[in-house]
């Protein structure tokens, strides 16, 4: 809205009623009525909003004279009028969104433990590993069957476990301690 349209809006309300009215005094004086019809011509956007006006008084006449109490329940459409906006329900939503991800990023960091990605390098290598003991642990208890030596038996036992400490061939050597 224009600079000249903010000067007229509080006067074009008295300038609608005093055409609605006629035979009836005028709210505004003649020059002010006269300022709001010369931009009137020029400016649409007031002109548009002058109809409005003229429209809903015309509705209030009628209501008025039929003596209808229950006016909450007539709506009538004001062009121009720019519908509010309610900052605060957005705000709200907003809020709310913002608590449920800082509680989401906090749980995540601080309750549940995230799991390491791993590369397929990685889990190659512990293939690798897991089978390297197993083996080892197969040949050593191929050893403790068929020999006496006992010693040697736990010192290949030692052996993978000091070599393949996180293996299932390792605990298994554990437990045959």
């Known amino acids: 809205m224009k600079k000249s349209c903010e000067d007229i809006k509080e006067m074009l309300v008295d300038y609608a009623d005093g055409q609605s009215r006629q035979g009836w005094p005028s709210p505004l004086s003649p020059v002010e009525s006269n300022k709001v019809a010369e931009h009137l011509a020029k400016c649409q956007h ?23 109490v229950e006016t909450k329940e007539i709506r009538a459409p004001i062009l121009g009028k720019a519908r509010k906006i309610r900052w605060f329900k957005y705000a709200a939503v907003a809020a709310g969104i913002l608590l449920v ?5 906090v749980w995540r960091a601080l309750i549940k433990p995230t799991k390491k990605e791993i590369s397929f390098a990685e889990i190659e290598r512990k293939i690798t590993e897991s089978g390297s003991a197993a083996r080892l642990l197969a040949a050593a208890e191929l050893l403790a069957e068929y020999t006496d030596d006992e010693a040697f038996v736990k010192q290949q ?16 050597a554990r437990s045959r301690i």
């Open 46 to 68: 007031c002109q548009k909003m002058l109809e409005a006006l003229q429209k809903s008084l015309e509705l209030a006449e009628v209501v008025w004279e039929d003596g209808l």
């Open 101 to 105: 991800v800082s509680t989401s990023i």
């Open 157 to 172: 036992y030692r052996h993978i476990i000091e070599i393949y400490p996180k293996t299932t061939a390792a605990a298994k």
